[in-house]
């Protein structure tokens, strides 16, 4: 019997059970005249399954090392931004701020500016040059 064939034989049994309810004594006289060994066949339906879950988990765990190894890249190609007093920190958040687009929304999420932190306004300047296309760029400059 070819696959195809086989295949469209089962379907049809499967269709055709669902309209009969087939009792327990029914099944285990379908299981002798078949010959099939049930706990072989269960040993051997469970095998397969944990071989292809085996297999999804390997490619889930290739899919994110090769995420991780990206970013990774990503985030080690990022422009370090250099040392600077809070007071030019301000000045480059601010002369950032003046260069971006009047059409594009800047929101910086800080009450009191002038309150910010020196790490939280690297992180400001660092998103600033993002938001221009300047991350991959070396801008020791003032602006």
């Not at 490619?59 to 990206?70: D, G, I, P």
Request: hydrophobic content about 40%; glycine content about 2%; aromatic content about 4%.
């Amino acid at each position: 019997m070819s696959n195809s064939k086989t295949i469209t034989e089962v379907e049809l049994l499967v269709e055709a059970l669902d309209d009969v309810p087939v009792d327990d004594a029914d099944g285990q006289a379908a299981i002798k005249r078949l010959g099939i060994d049930v706990k072989s066949w269960t040993a051997s339906v469970r095998a397969k399954v944990t071989e292809a879950e085996v297999k999804q988990r390997k490619v889930r765990f290739s899919q994110a090392t090769k995420e991780y190894t990206a970013e990774v890249e990503r985030l080690s190609a990022r422009v370090a931004e250099p040392v600077r007093s809070v007071d030019e920190q301000r000045r480059r958040v601010k002369a950032l701020l003046a260069r971006a687009p009047r059409e594009t929304a800047v929101s910086m999420h800080f009450h009191k500016f002038d309150q910010a932190t020196a790490e939280e306004l690297t992180e400001m300047i660092r998103s600033l040059r993002h938001l221009l296309g300047e991350d991959t760029d070396d801008h020791d400059d003032e602006g």
